[in-house]
């Protein structure tokens, strides 16, 4: 028998909602010990009190996505509390997701496909269904100097500049 399952609805920003979505096949984030972000998510949402910032925090982000926990996550574990710094946490983590997967579709287009730098970012754009409204290109441009900055010390092979 299954146990039952509880949700909580995370606030999110508009392009790490489309992101997430794309990864999970819009199913909800389960909180589990066997994924290393149900791991994280156990963590950050266990017993947290409640602060007075949450609600001018959680106005910033329009969207909401799903996690969802087993009723003794919630009960016996305390997972249940969102506070502002869990939904900014939250939102952080995946925002240095899209930018690591962002690098890594570019460098490949980049190297193995000869792509231009701005059309495999438009590419990845679109993959998302990322509009200019959610997170501009420029944006997008510039973490990827960034981290390309950062790497290049590193291990010049992985980055093309063009």
């Known amino acids: 028998m299954q146990p039952s399952r509880e949700t909580i609805n995370v606030p999110v920003k508009r392009h ?8 999970m096949n819009d199913s909800p984030i389960e909180v589990t010990n066997r994924t290393t972000i149900g791991t994280w998510l156990a963590a950050i949402l266990r017993r947290q009190k409640d ?4 609600k001018s925090v959680i106005s910033s982000y329009p969207d909401h996505y799903p996690i969802s926990l087993s009723s003794k996550q919630v009960f016996h574990l305390g997972c249940r509390h969102l506070t502002s710094l869990t939904v900014v946490q939250f939102n952080s983590f995946f925002d240095n997701e899209i930018k690591r ?15 231009p730098q701005k059309s495999a970012i438009l590419e990845f754009m679109e993959i998302y269904g990322f509009e200019d ?4 290109f ?5 973490s990827l100097q960034r981290i390309g900055s950062r790497n290049a010390a590193k291990s ?3 980055w093309v500049h063009n």
Do not use: C, M
Request: proline share 3%; net charge positive; glycine share 0%.
């Open 51 to 54: 602060d007075a910032q949450y």
């Open 16 to 23: 790490v909602y489309k992101f997430i979505a794309k990864q």
């Open 101 to 115: 997967e962002l690098f890594t579709h570019v460098s490949y287009s980049v190297r193995l496909r000869n792509t």
């Open 138 to 142: 420029d944006a997008l441009k510039k």
């Open 156 to 158: 010049p092979l992985l």
């Open 133 to 136: 409204s959610d997170i501009s």
